[in-house]
């Protein structure tokens, strides 16, 4: 089957801090990888996606490379600031699928 | 301009009514979702629609009845609330069923009393 496992939070950081939330994925086929952003009292937002094996997607200094020997897509940024406080999700969807698993959400709280 | 609404964005209400919940979309998208988010952010797919057909109708109360009257809007309809339903309900939409990145509604906070 098909599933999505993150790293647990909350994870909290310092402003300028480096980031990496993991997320591993499980899936039948080739499936494309998501990271979504919800801020707070918002919807979901794409952040970056990637479609194949060893794409690195990338956005607003937010990076994630498609590993499929590792089955993985950690999300990582250099240095964070506290407008990335947010819940992020790892997400995919399988290539024959037409149907998203999201992870359970990280929360990220960075501190001035 | 907005691309999904949802409206409302609040709904209080007591067990055993029966609410609605809107969406619309503008993208011109052929696709429509239904998600359920729990008070630990847990994200659940409910139901999926293609060109006004339900293609995914996951294990939920048939108390939730979606319908979609155009490709552009997907309602939701909860019958006999119960305490277990609240949470926050997103609606999305993407450009087919396959693997396309989805679009996000703001969410509609649903408390049942």
């Known amino acids: 089957g098909n599933s999505v496992t993150q790293m647990e939070g909350p994870v909290t950081l310092s402003e300028e801090a480096f980031l990496t939330i993991n997320c591993t994925y499980t899936a039948t086929g080739y499936p494309s990888l998501f990271w979504y952003v919800q801020y707070p009292g918002e919807g979901l937002q794409l952040l970056l996606k990637a479609t194949k094996a060893d794409d690195k997607g990338s956005n607003k200094g937010f990076e994630a490379t498609y590993r499929k020997e590792t089955t993985s897509f950690h999300l990582e940024k250099g240095s964070v600031q506290v407008s990335d406080s947010a819940v992020y999700f790892c997400a995919l969807i399988s290539h024959a699928g037409n149907q998203f698993y999201f992870g359970t959400g990280t929360s990220l709280t960075v501190i001035p | 301009d907005t691309a999904v609404s949802q409206t409302p964005k609040y709904l209080v209400t007591q067990m055993g009514n029966d609410k609605s919940i809107k969406c619309e979309q503008n993208?011109?998208?052929?696709?429509m979702y239904w998600y359920k988010q729990d008070s630990k952010k847990f994200l659940k797919i409910m139901f999926s629609?293609?060109?006004?057909?339900?293609?995914i109708n996951e294990t939920v109360p048939n108390r939730f009845s979606p319908k979609s009257p155009d490709k552009a809007h997907l309602n939701l309809h909860i019958n006999s609330l119960e305490l277990g339903d609240s949470a926050v309900y997103f609606c999305a939409s993407s450009q087919g069923p396959g693997q396309n990145e989805q679009y996000f509604g703001p969410g509609t906070r649903l408390t049942v009393t």
């Open positions: 629609y293609n060109n006004k057909e339900l293609i």
């Open positions: 993208l011109g998208h052929d696709t």
